[in-house]
């Protein structure tokens, strides 16, 4: 009942942001999503990893006949598209097949499955198809920001910014200093997260076949609620970015052309205007908070799932900063977002009690508390940085810190065996 309740609850938001991309005159998240079933799709290599995280429910002999057919699909769809001379000038040349595949066990779970495994094979299924459907959700959310949003706040951020440094146009700098390479490698890191994220998620999720079940708590579900309440933020606040509002890509609209070279001067901040197509996506940074959810879980996994996590944490933070779609600001607020989400889900799953309630509790509030002073306390920051820089990184860290106590305490403790005591000798 819980896993139909949510079915229906997340068929609702899609029907509703289609309505309102249509209000646009633009594809909603499920029209987006149909036509990829015969066009060439904006993403191939999301679409394969949600197969590959649909298969946790199968076999291995089971996954490598899903894989071959998925293959042999996007073949025939290039050779199609090659006798109908119809090149790919937008998206992927490859993916369909991934999508036909969890399409096809949809059908197979509903027509050869009863019971049980039924239930199992749909929800592997509808898992794959969160995935994709949560990238099909945001694109449509960043463009309602957009056009729903004509003011932005980067003035504030950008004044607040001040006082951890201004980190986008530092890193910025380190970033064009690399040239092509170090941009291009942290592009690649940038664009790909969703695959890391399912790397991490698959080795959660590796016992699914065997235990009939999943687990209470796993990395797509907190990816799931990032995506979801993450847009609502962007509503509140919304925020484009110093390479938009401070920088060549921001055309008249932009303040002026400063970033990466020069950081902005401290004046008296306001509203701007901004064009209507630009996302307002930068407060909270998502990409951070996602990067911080794999770094999370990957940390009882083996050494190289670790190290994984941590480097994709790390290079992201530079992509962020170094591309210059977010700001100091940003990065902060995003880690205090995941954490927030991350001590919600699993107060959740164990059962609510006092510990994790002031948990979630002070993480909103910390949260809260970053906004407000980022949009009524930007000039008083910006002019006593060595006091506000360090309080908001106290105040990140104390909301890390409250986390990894506290789920600390959660984790099972491990109880010596009593030994038996040794008995006498008969003489």
Same mark, same amino acid.
């Given at each position: ?20 991309? *249509? ?8 029209? &987006? ?22 298969? !946790? ?9 899903? &894989? ?7 073949? /025939?769809?290039?050779? /199609?598209?090659? @006798? ?5 000038? #937008? ?18 779970? /509903?027509? *050869? ?92 999720? *590796? ?32 925020? !484009?970015?110093?390479?938009? &509002? ?19 001067? /401290? ?8 064009? #209507? ?57 995003? @880690?205090?977002?995941? @954490? ?46 060595? @006091? ?40």
């Amino acid at each position: 009942m819980l896993w139909a309740a949510a079915g229906v609850l997340t068929l609702g938001f899609l029907i509703m942001l289609e309505i309102a991309a *249509r209000h646009y005159g633009i594809p909603g998240p499920i029209v &987006a999503q149909a036509q990829e079933v015969i066009f060439a799709p904006q993403s191939g290599f999301l679409l394969y990893a949600s197969m590959a995280l649909m298969t !946790v429910v199968l076999t291995w002999r089971q996954r490598l006949v899903a &894989a071959a057919v998925a293959i042999g699909i996007d073949v /025939v769809f290039l050779l /199609v598209r090659w @006798v109908a001379d119809a090149p790919v000038t #937008e998206g992927h040349p490859f993916g369909n097949g991934a999508l036909w595949v969890i399409l096809g066990y949809a059908v197979i779970a /509903v027509t *050869r499955r009863t019971g049980r495994e039924r239930v199992l094979l749909l929800k592997g299924v509808g898992l794959g198809l969160l995935l994709v459907a949560g990238r099909k959700t945001g694109d449509t959310w960043l463009l309602i920001t957009s056009k729903t949003r004509p003011a932005v706040l980067d003035q504030y951020v950008a004044t607040a910014d001040h006082a951890l440094g201004d980190p986008s146009w530092l890193v910025g700098r380190i970033v064009t200093a690399t040239g092509p390479v170090g941009a291009h490698f942290l592009d690649s890191v940038y664009t790909q997260l969703p695959v890391a994220a399912v790397a991490v998620a698959l080795y959660q999720l *590796r016992h699914v076949v065997v235990e009939r079940r999943f687990p209470g708590h796993h990395l797509v579900r907190t990816f799931l609620v990032i995506g979801l309440l993450g847009p609502a933020i962007y509503m509140i606040f919304p925020v !484009v970015g110093p390479i938009f &509002a401070y920088g060549a890509d921001g055309g008249h609209w932009a303040v002026a052309n400063l970033w990466p070279n020069t950081p902005p001067p /401290v004046s008296a901040p306001h509203h701007m205007t901004f064009d #209507e197509i630009t996302p307002r996506n930068c407060m909270p940074s998502l990409h951070t908070a996602w990067a911080t959810a794999i770094f999370i879980h990957s940390r009882k996994g083996p050494r190289i799932l670790r190290f994984a996590g941590a480097f994709w944490l790390v290079a992201t933070l530079a992509a962020t900063l170094g591309f210059g779609y977010h700001y100091g600001a940003d990065i902060v607020a995003g @880690v205090v977002f995941t @954490v927030t989400i991350e001590a919600a889900l699993r107060s959740l799953e164990r059962g609510w009690d006092r510990s994790g309630i002031l948990l979630v509790v002070h993480g909103a509030t910390i949260f809260t508390a970053l906004l407000v002073s980022y949009r009524y306390l930007s000039t008083e920051m910006a002019e006593h940085p060595w @006091v506000f820089g360090p309080l908001l990184v106290l105040a990140m860290a104390s909301v890390i810190h409250g986390y990894v106590r506290t789920t600390g305490l959660w984790e099972p403790k491990a109880v010596p065996i009593r030994q038996p005591e040794p008995q006498p000798e008969l003489v």
